[in-house]
């Protein structure tokens, strides 16, 4: 078995890496965690934008749309974190 699991490391390491065991005849459990790992690893993401050609125009605006994005979300996460700042000494900085 050790060595059965070994060459399929070799050719196979994503595969085995995520392989889950199906507890009490519970398939849809499974599939859930399969998916949700699969989704945190973007491999979802990667199969999506990979299984039609996405022409040169399109790959420039969804880029810029997620640049875009990433910068609002940087900001909008920034100024919520200020806003449910507690226990300050005072509580809005530059009001007197």
């Known amino acids: 078995m050790f060595l059965t699991l070994k060459l399929l490391a070799n050719r196979h390491p994503s595969f085995v890496a995520r392989t889950v065991f199906v507890k009490n005849n519970n398939v849809d459990d499974a599939c859930r965690l399969v998916n949700r790992i699969l989704g945190k690893?973007?491999?979802?993401?990667?199969?999506?934008?990979?299984?039609?050609?996405?022409?040169?125009?399109q790959t420039r605006r969804r880029v810029n749309?997620?640049?875009?994005?990433?910068i609002y979300n940087e900001?909008?996460?920034?100024?919520?974190h200020f806003v449910l700042r507690k226990n300050r000494h005072e509580p809005f900085p530059g009001c007197h």
């Open 41 to 57: 690893e973007g491999i979802l993401e990667q199969f999506r934008l990979t299984r039609y050609y996405e022409k040169p125009f």
């Open 65 to 70: 749309h997620e640049k875009c994005k990433a």
């Open 75 to 80: 900001d909008m996460e920034r100024k919520i």
